[in-house]
């Protein structure tokens, strides 16, 4: 059974929660006139997905070249990598990570398509870094 916005009760707050977490929730505010919570489903989920996979990949990737003689390329990431090691540099990572989702976020709730595209533009720039990663890969057990 399908249910849509309209046919929920301002007052069961449980549904509303389950079907927006099962939409795929992106915020949730009150209102300032009536008191109801309300929902803007996410329709960068997507993309805040794939951004968080490819940083992951990222540092996945740089544990593995490190350890083969290269370098962090992020000059704030290599000194902490260089002088605190792999947990600070993980953690530094992905606060990095979820500084720049919370920018997109409160842009794409300025601007949609400001933060619409900065978060692609974050997508593409990780892809990037990634299909460097592969050749450099490719090169190192050739």
């Given at each position: 059974m399908?249910?849509?916005?309209?046919?929920i009760s301002p007052s069961d707050r449980r549904t509303r929660f389950?079907?927006?977490r099962s939409k795929g929730l992106s915020s949730i505010w009150r209102s300032k006139t009536d008191g109801h919570l309300r929902f803007r489903i996410g329709a960068l989920n997507q993309w805040y997905e794939a951004?968080?996979?490819?940083?992951?990949m990222d540092i996945v990737l740089t544990l593995f070249f490190v350890r083969h003689g290269g370098v962090e390329a992020n000059p704030v990431g290599r000194f902490i990598l260089e002088n605190y090691g792999w947990p600070p540099f993980v953690s530094f990572k992905f606060i990095e990570c979820i500084i720049f989702l919370i920018i997109v976020q409160f842009l794409y709730h300025r601007r949609r398509s400001a933060g619409r595209f900065l978060i692609m533009?974050?997508?593409?720039?990780?892809?990037i870094l990634m299909v460097w990663d592969v050749i450099l890969l490719l090169r190192l057990h050739h």
């Open positions: 399908t249910e849509t916005d309209a046919e389950r079907i927006a951004f968080v996979l490819l940083n992951f533009l974050g997508c593409a720039v990780y892809f």
